[in-house]
């Protein structure tokens, strides 16, 4: 979460997950992993002992450079992964999707890598049509999701970095905006991971409240962020959106993202919620 959420977001979030049952432990790392009694002993670096009938070990993803070495294929000396153009070709008849590629980002005028589902199902059809002679760049900003909890959901959108500038709109959460809600009405159980269509209008709306200020943030134990969406800046552009509580609206998101404007301040920034119906 420090890496994605705004360091209040991820202060907040904690919190909410700790009101749960869940004890988290920060600034801390697994020193060992033994076996004693039949169960998982886990020691940390801060010499807390963990007694565990069973362990998830989320350790991330790294790309394999094994056959960049043995081809010739470059490699991205900042994000990993094979670097590309924006058709995803590595070289002459040779192409890379999903996690492994670097690529050219055009619209936001970056080079990323990116890990997520959404993306590797997008760029692994874009690649299979380049290689059959297409030329299509890559134009897709991909998604992803996660759910904290059973209150707590968001969907994010394009470049999410902590280290960004963000402007986050705020609304008071009804009982309809969890994770939960959102899937049972679905009828599925589960959220869409890859959404193309625009359902609704994306203006009207009332106004939001005043958004927080700094100092309010510090204290955000004590503030209530139960839905909203935190809008990521870069050269006072959107680059990037996370949906807090507010699900099936990425699309406007995307949309928000390709337009590229300038907004030359925050209340503008702030008038993009009401695309959302945050407030209804």
Not at 59 to 86: C, F, K, M, Q, R
Not at 198 to 220: D, T
Request: net charge negative; charged share 20%; glycine share 10%.
């Amino acid at each position: 979460m420090g890496m994605i959420f705004p360091k209040y977001l991820s202060n907040w979030t904690t919190t909410q997950v700790r009101k749960e049952g869940v004890e988290v432990l920060t600034n801390n790392t697994i020193s060992s992993v033994t076996s004693k009694d039949g169960r998982v002993l886990l020691k940390t670096s801060e010499n807390k002992e963990i007694l565990a009938d069973h362990v998830v070990v989320a350790v991330g993803i790294g790309v394999e450079n094994d056959l960049a070495a043995a081809s010739g294929l470059e490699v991205d000396s900042t994000y990993g992964g094979y670097h590309v153009n924006a058709e995803f070709l590595a070289a002459s008849n040779v192409w890379v999707a999903g996690d492994a590629a670097c690529f050219y980002d055009f619209k936001l005028g970056c080079r990323r890598r990116v890990e997520h589902h959404d993306h590797a199902v997008v760029s692994g059809r874009l690649v299979g049509e380049n290689m059959t002679g297409n030329h299509k760049r890559y134009e897709h900003q991909s998604m992803f999701w996660s759910d904290l909890g059973p209150k707590i959901g968001y969907e994010a959108i394009g470049i999410v970095d902590s280290s960004l500038e963000t402007v986050a709109v705020w609304a008071g959460a009804a009982e309809t905006d969890t994770p939960r809600a959102a899937a049972e009405s679905s009828g599925t159980g589960i959220r869409s991971e890859v959404q193309d269509e625009v359902s609704g209008s994306s203006g009207g709306g009332e106004s939001g409240s005043a958004l927080p200020g700094q100092s309010e943030l510090e204290e955000a134990d004590e503030l209530d962020f139960g839905k909203g969406v935190v809008f990521y800046m870069k050269n006072q552009k959107v680059v990037g959106v996370i949906c807090w509580n507010v699900f099936n609206q990425i699309p406007v998101a995307r949309r928000i993202i390709d337009e590229g404007k300038v907004y030359d301040d925050v209340q503008a920034v702030h008038q993009l919620g009401k695309a959302f119906k945050i407030y209804s």
